[in-house]
């Protein structure tokens, strides 16, 4: 077998594209979150029985998802998630449900301040796409390198 010699630039190239992977997916998984809470969410003239109806369903669903709110919940939670599950992820040998669950725990912690809020979908919102991410979309390990063929 042949010695081959590969570019540490190679490798790290390979791990810049993993962490890409794992930073697309739980962005992709925010938005989806957040898109359905702004469809299905309560207009405001359901809210308060004597308001008119005074926008449309899409200004409804516009004034949802660029409310400034959500915005900060975004930077809040998402900011230190996305620390945790890069670090998590590369620190960690681990594989399977000990891994997803141990994650799903550390992902909880960015949201403890929605706790003492009044806004019911600014709590669920955000812990149900915690929880989402780390059962079901976080790839394990974070960084996956191609099996060598052997002759």
Known sequence: MPFVVTSP?????RVGLCIADAVGRYLLIWVAAWLVHALTAPRQHE?????????S???DTAYYLWDDSIASVGLMVGIP???VILLFGLLNERKG???RIRLAGLL???TWFLLFQ???ALLFVPVLTQVAFALCLMPVP?????AKAED
């Open 97 to 99: 449900a000990a891994f």
């Open 108 to 110: 909880l912690l960015p």
């Open 81 to 83: 998630s996305l620390l």
């Open 9 to 13: 630039w190679h490798r790290l190239g």
């Open 118 to 120: 009044n806004f019911v």
């Open 142 to 146: 974070l960084v996956r390198f191609p």
């Open 57 to 59: 369903y899409w200004e």
């Open 47 to 55: 809210l308060v029985s004597y308001l008119p109806r005074t926008r």
